[in-house]
């Protein structure tokens, strides 16, 4: 630990004994949470609530969080990224949920392991489906454009046998909820547009399919249908 970091612990009057716990605290929680929720981002508030449950230093969160991104990226190979997630007012009527908005900082985790290690030690096999699924999905919204309108996105969809009412389908099982999953996750951005014809809605990507490496994979997805 540098001078400075001994410094910045004196002044916030915690040990590095009780420092080096609140990381490791933070880690598991990410860790776990990723699991449990099947990726979906975690919030900056649920992090900060954790750190700050027996400390009241308000600059404590930030050395904290800055500590367990560089631990889950030596140790496990994880990159600990920050999403701007919008979320729509609830106190004003929108045109669409993209207006009167208010951000919520949250994070996703991302392997940067070599593709064959983690394929080898890491990749859970019993999702690959899940991710072919997605690929599929965000391939179809990149070739028309970067949004596709609901009604279009499940006519292209039902070409490939897959039907929004379908609750059981042998690999996927409820096909509604599995596209749920991808806006949870924040692969996909979901927004009620109103216009002269009645409210329309629209299916964008959202940060994680924008993001560079991401991005990459499905270009050369795409490339190789």
Known sequence: MSVCDEEELLRLGISREEKDKLVAEVIRHVLFKTYQSSGCPIKRED??????????????????????KEKLLSIFGYEMKELQRSRASSTKQARSSQQGLSYAKSYV???????????????????????????VVLGIIHLGGGQISEENLWQHL?????????????????????????????YLQKDK??????????????????????????KDYIAQV
Do not use: W
């Not at 897959?162 to 949870?184: C, M, R, T, W, Y």
């Not at 964008?204 to 990459?216: I, M, P, T, Y």
């Open 109 to 135: 985790i991302t392997s940067r392991l070599p593709s064959d290690i983690y394929c080898k030690f890491v990749e859970d096999k019993g999702t690959c489906h899940a991710s072919g699924f997605a690929f």
């Open 47 to 68: 992090l900060t609530q954790l750190i700050t449950k027996n400390y009241r230093q308000y600059t404590l969160p930030s050395l904290i969080l800055n500590d367990a």
């Open 158 to 186: 039902k070409r490939v046998g897959l039907n929004e009412s379908d609750e059981n389908h042998p690999v996927f099982g409820n096909i509604k909820q599995a596209l749920e999953a991808l806006v949870q996750q924040r």
């Open 193 to 218: 547009i109103n216009g002269p014809e009645g409210n329309t809605m629209m299916y964008g990507l959202a940060e994680r399919a924008l993001d560079e490496a991401v991005s990459k994979k499905l």
